[in-house]
């Protein structure tokens, strides 16, 4: 597969928190769960979407660290779904030249799910083109206190002087050091929250907060929210390029 020219305004890294399964399903009287199998065909054509269009990382978050306040059989469908995922769709991104990298805190999963993650992301190193990111087991917090942690291990050992501590020093320790921060971050299903989502690495992101439940958002949704982030205009503190050689 080619991958088409990159537009100029196209965002190198679309984070997105795929939202709203439970109420897709709700809505049909059906249970939870098939929102949540209906939102794996989701994920399909926004992967394909992002690659053909050109995005170099697509993150997607897919279970968070507070989401084990769930029933259980809830939680087990989650990890069912993303097992059958990988094993099911690992072939179609290695073919596709896609890169797996998984964040997210590993040393409470359990050994099946960490190996499949671990075969993921081992297998497709060596791909070039996209990056998709799966935010598995993932909250801000709990990333941001990992690298403080690492940061003060590195202190305390002699690696980092103290005074040395600094942002990218901090940024150089959390699971996306090796990443772009976000461009864009889209969420779903109407709410308007970050949920504990990226915060740190959110600070200059574009917000999108789109109406549909994610069963109901694909590529034609995906690219009309990368059309609308075209034409916003991003200034990071300074000042808007046409106006920044102005005189005052
Ligand atoms: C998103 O859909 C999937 C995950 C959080 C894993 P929800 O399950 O949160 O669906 P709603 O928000 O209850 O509709
Ligand atoms: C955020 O959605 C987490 C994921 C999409 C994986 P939630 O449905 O868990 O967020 P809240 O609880 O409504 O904030
Ligand atoms: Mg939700």
Redesign the pocket.
Known sequence: MTTHERQAGLPDHVAI???GNGRWAKARGLPRSFGHHQGVGSVRDVVRAAGEVGVRYLTL????S??WRRPEAEINDLFGLLKTFIRRDLAELRSRNVRVRVIGERTTLKPDILALLCEAEDSTSGNTGMTLVIAFNYGARNEITRAAKAVLDDVLSGKLAASSVCEQEIAARLDTHDMPDPDLIIRTSG?E?L?NFLLWQAAYAELMFVPEYWPDFGAEQFLAALSRYSARSRRFGGLQPAAAGAET
Do not use: G, L, P, T
């Open positions: 928190i795929m939202d978050f897919a279970f968070s507070e989401n709410e929250r949920s």
